[in-house]
């Protein structure tokens, strides 16, 4: 049974900085692309960053491309967002994906495996 663990959420202060990390057992990450969504009361869960199989990063909010970045240690199972520069429009529950194939791509359909999402507060 895969079992996908995320950490490092909190509260933080605009311009501050966080690190969740996402660890997956039952599973190998390797061949897979892997990512994080992100979601807020009342709007659907969207695509922020994926990482494919070759370790390409790919960006899909504009404002977050220059501040986060999404990498992946295969040897540890493990995923990383760094999130830098944060503002208060950051706030939401993030969650870390796994997806059924090696590519990336923004929509949640292509995901198989989720984390349980954590908190990222972000205060003014």
């Known amino acids: 049974q895969v079992q996908v663990v995320e950490s490092g959420g909190g509260l933080v202060q605009a311009g501050g900085s966080l690190r969740l990390s996402c660890t997956a057992s039952?599973?190998?990450?390797?061949?897979?692309?892997v990512g994080w969504f992100r979601q807020t009361p009342g709007k659907e869960r969207e695509g922020v960053q994926c990482?494919?199989?070759?370790?390409?990063?790919?960006s899909y909010v504009d404002s977050v491309k220059d501040r986060f970045s999404t990498s992946r240690d295969n040897r540890k199972n493990t995923l990383y967002l760094q999130m830098n520069s944060l503002n208060p429009e950051d706030t939401a529950v993030y969650y870390c994906?796994?997806?059924?194939?090696?590519?990336?791509?923004?929509?949640?359909?292509?995901?198989?495996?989720w984390g349980q999402g954590t908190q990222v507060t972000v205060s003014s």
């Open positions: 990482i494919n199989w070759a370790g390409r990063q790919t």
């Open positions: 039952g599973a190998t990450l390797a061949p897979y692309a």
């Open positions: 994906a796994i997806y059924s194939f090696g590519g990336c791509s923004p929509s949640s359909t292509s995901v198989n495996y």
